[in-house]
C-alpha cells in the first residue's frame, strides 16, 4: 500500500558512521563487459571445485539430510570444529582446543562479532594503516575510534605501535592485523616484526586480532608462525576461512581465541545474530576439508595458477608504469599495492578509467589517518594472464594520459 | 601457548545486557534420550523435504557452480527476492518490490539488523508480552528499553497500545509484533485488531515490525493480511523465512519493508555484518520454492502432520492437566502456551522435570515487565502423537506431583 515511503526514520546514532562508499559508486561506471577489472576482491571462479563440492552436498544430504537441514548450535558442527583445531596446529602453529573455535557466517562475521562484543562507542581499535576496509566498516559500526599504524615491508612498525601505545589514554580493546598478504597492499609481516609486536602486544595486555585470510595461498618464500603461536605471545583471536580455500559463496569461517571468557562473549553474540551458520553449508566444507589428500592438491593447484596470474602482473606492470611508480611484491594472497608518482590522485584516475576499460581500487578509503592520494590496490587472483596483461597495458595508458 | 587463558578483558558495556539463559542451562539436565521434550522451537526433522533439497542443491552446482560458489552483492540472490516479492503478494497480501527485499542468514538476522540499524541505547521498541525471546535478546544486545504489552485472545491490545503511546517520551524505535500462532503463545491478531493496530501506530509514526515465520503453517481458521497491507498502514518491515516452509539449517529468510531509506541502512548494516547471505544456500532456495506445485504440496503435508500433533496435544492436555490450568487453542505454527493453577513456579517445576523425564520451558523469561510464574511454552510439531500423548501425561504427573 505504501511501497515506496520515506516519511523520515530516526536512525541509530552508529549510522552515521557507517556510509555507503562513494568509489562502490565511482566503481558502478566501470561495469561494462569490456571493462578488465582488477577492482574485486575475487577469487577466480573457474578454479572453484565445483565437483567436489556438488559431491559433498549430495553425500551431506543423503547421508544425514534432517541432521544437516535442523537448528544446530550456536558455537558450530563438531566435526568441523575439530578439523580446525588441527589445520591451526599444522599450518599456523596456533594450540586451541575446539572448544574454543566459533564457526562464523565467513570471516566478516567474526570481526562484526569482535567489534559487537569489545567495543562501545568511542573505544580505540589499533589497525595497520592502509587497512582492510570491511574491517574498518566493522568496527566503524560499533563507533570505535580507529588508529592507523604506518607500515613498511616487514610490516606494522612494531617502534610506531609503542609510541601508540604509550600515548592512547584508555587500554586499545584490540590490534588487528592481517599478518599474510596483507589486504590492501599484499605485504607479509616478517617473524622477526612478529615477535617484536606480539611482546609488545602483551606487554600492554593488549589482544590480537589475527585475521588469516589468505595464509594458504602462499606463492613464495617461507610460512610463518601465527602471532599467538609465538613464545612471547599474550591473548589473542585468529580468523581463518574457507573462502579462499573452497569458495567465498558457502560463507564459513572459523573464529579461534585463546581466551575463554572472550569466547563465550562471543557465543552469546553470535546468538543474537543469527543463532548458528548454515547447518548445512558447515557439514559441506567439513566433508569438502577432511579429504585431506584432495585439499593439498587443490590448494597447490590455486597456489600454482593465482602465483603464474601475481607473476603476468608484476612482469607487465614493469612493463607499462612509468618511472617514478613502484608496487609490492607479495609472496601470496590476493592483491598488490601501486604508487603512482606523488601528484597523481587515483580517485581521479579511476573517474577516467572508464574510458579505458579498466577498473581498479583508489587507496584512499584503506588509509586511516594520514591518506596518500597517489596509491591503489590491484587483484591478481581474478583475470588470467592475457587479460591481466591488457589491462595492465590499458592501465599504463590511462596513468601516462593523466 | 596460551589456549586458555583469562585475564580480564574489558567487554563493550552491551554484554551486560546480553547473557546467557539460565533456563537453558536447567534445560541442558534435561538432556537425555529418555526424556520427551516439548522445549525446543524445532520443526520435525522427518518433513524436511531432503531429497528435493539435494536435487536442488545438484541442479545448482551443475548448471552454474561457479555463480553459486562465489561471493554475491548483499541485498541478496535477484530470482529469490522476486520470487519473494510475489510470494509476499499471495500470502499476506503485501507489495514490495524486489528491490526492496534483503535476503537474510535467517530471520534471527534480521531482527538483529533492525536493532543495529534502528536502535541507540535506551531507545524504546514495543513489543507483545510476552514476546519471542530471540528478538528480545537482539533489541537487548543494542540496549533498547524494551516495553511490553500486554495481549489478550485477539492479540495485542490496542488499548493498552494507545495508552502506552501517549505515556513514553521519545517516539518509540517501533513495534515488533508475530501476529500469526506467535512465539511462545500461539495466538493469532483478528483482523479487526490488525486494524487498529495498524491505524494506531500510522497515527503515532510508529514503524510496524511484523514477523512472520508460522504464517505458512495453518491447521484451522482463515487466512489474514498482514499488518501493512491494510488499507490505514503506514511504515512496516516485515520478516519472511525458508525455515519453516524448507528447513531452518538453510539460514534462508528474507526482510522485506515499505521504506526505502530503512532499507538502504539495513543493506549497508549486512554488509559490515556478514557481507552477505550464502550464495549457494539462496539458489538452493530458489530453486526449490519456484516449483510452486511442489512447494504447495510440501507445505499442506506438514500442515496436516503439524495440525494432527496440535490435536494430539490439546486432546492429552484436557485429559492429563489439573483443573485451574487452561492453554491456548493455535490455529497454526509450532507452540501452545499453558498457564497452570497460581501457586505453581515453572521454573521449579522444570527443576524437577528431569525426574519424570519430559522437558517443557518455562515461562518467566518470554515476559516483559510483569512476570507471572505459572506459564510454560508447549512445542508440539517436534514430537510424534505416541510421544506427545506419553509426554503430557508425564507433565500432568510431574504438576499433580508439585
Keep these: 500500500m505504501n511501497a515506496l515511503s520515506a516519511s523520515p526514520l530516526p536512525f541509530a546514532s552508529r549510522m552515521a558512521s557507517l556510509r555507503p562508499s562513494a568509489i562502490r559508486e565511482i566503481l558502478k561506471t566501470t561495469e561494462s563487459p569490456d571493462v578488465i577489472s582488477f577492482a574485486g576482491g575475487l577469487p577466480a571462479a573457474e ?35 575439530e578439523w580446525a583445531a588441527g589445520h591451526l596446529r599444522e599450518t599456523v602453529g596456533l594450540e586451541v582446543p575446539p572448544s574454543q573455535i566459533l564457526i562464523t ?52 612498525r612494531a617502534d610506531l605501535l609503542a609510541e601508540t601505545l604509550a600515548q592512547v589514554g584508555p587500554r586499545p580493546k584490540f590490534l588487528y592485523l592481517i599478518p599474510n598478504f596483507q589486504n590492501p597492499t599484499g605485504t607479509s609481516m616478517s617473524v622477526r616484526r612478529r615477535r617484536e609486536i606480539a611482546r609488545l602486544a602483551r606487554e600492554h595486555d593488549l589482544l590480537v586480532v589475527e585475521d588469516d585470510p589468505y595464509g594458504r595461498l602462499r606463492y613464495s618464500g617461507e610460512e610463518s608462525p601465527a602471532l599467538g603461536a609465538l613464545p612471547d605471545a599474550g591473548d589473542w583471536a585468529y580468523l581463518g576461512t574457507a573462502s579462499k580455500i573452497l569458495a567465498p559463496g558457502l560463507r564459513v569461517a572459523w573464529l579461534a581465541t585463546s581466551h575463554r571468557g572472550l569466547y563465550e562473549k562471543l557465543v552469546t553474540g553470535k546468538q543474537s545474530c543469527d543463532l548458528h551458520t548454515s547447518t548445512l553449508n558447515q557439514r559441506i566444507v567439513w566433508q569438502a ?44 594472497g590476493l592483491f598488490l599495492w601501486v604508487t603512482l608518482p ?13 574510458s579505458c576499460k579498466v577498473a581498479f581500487v583508489p587507496g584512499a578509503p584503506f588509509w586511516v589517518g594520514n591518506v596518500p592520494k597517489n596509491t591503489l590496490r590491484l587483484n591478481f587472483s581474478h583475470a588470467a594472464e592475457p ?16
Design 289 to 332: 576439508v577432511s579429504q585431506t589428500a584432495w585439499l593439498d592438491s587443490h590448494i597447490r593447484r590455486i597456489r600454482q595458477a593465482y602465483g603464474a596470474r601475481r607473476d603476468a602482473m608484476l612482469r607487465t606492470l614493469e612493463m607499462h608504469l612509468p618511472k617514478g611508480a613502484h608496487w609490492t611484491h607479495p609472496d601470496g
Design 105 to 156: 557466517h565467513g570471516s566478516q562475521q567474526g570481526l562484526d562479532l569482535l567489534g559487537k562484543v569489545l567495543i562501545d562507542p568511542g573505544d580505540t581499535v589499533i589497525v595497520e594503516s592502509p587497512a582492510y576496509l570491511g574491517a574498518l566498516q566493522a568496527f566503524q559500526a560499533y563507533q570505535a575510534n580507529v588508529v592507523g599504524i604506518p607500515a613498511d615491508e616487514e610490516g606494522l
Design 387 to 402: 587479460l591481466i596483461e591488457e589491462g595492465i597495458a590499458r592501465l599504463g595508458l590511462l596513468v601516462a594520459r593523466s
Design 47 to 81: 578454479f572453484f571445485p565445483c565437483e567436489e563440492i556438488r559431491a559433498a552436498a549430495d553425500a551431506v544430504l543423503q547421508s544425514d539430510g534432517p541432521g544437516a537441514l535442523q537448528y544446530g548450535i550456536t558455537e558450530g558442527y563438531g566435526p568441523l570444529r
Design 342 to 354: 606523488g601528484a597523481v590522485d587515483t580517485i581521479e584516475l579511476l573517474r577516467q578509467a572508464g
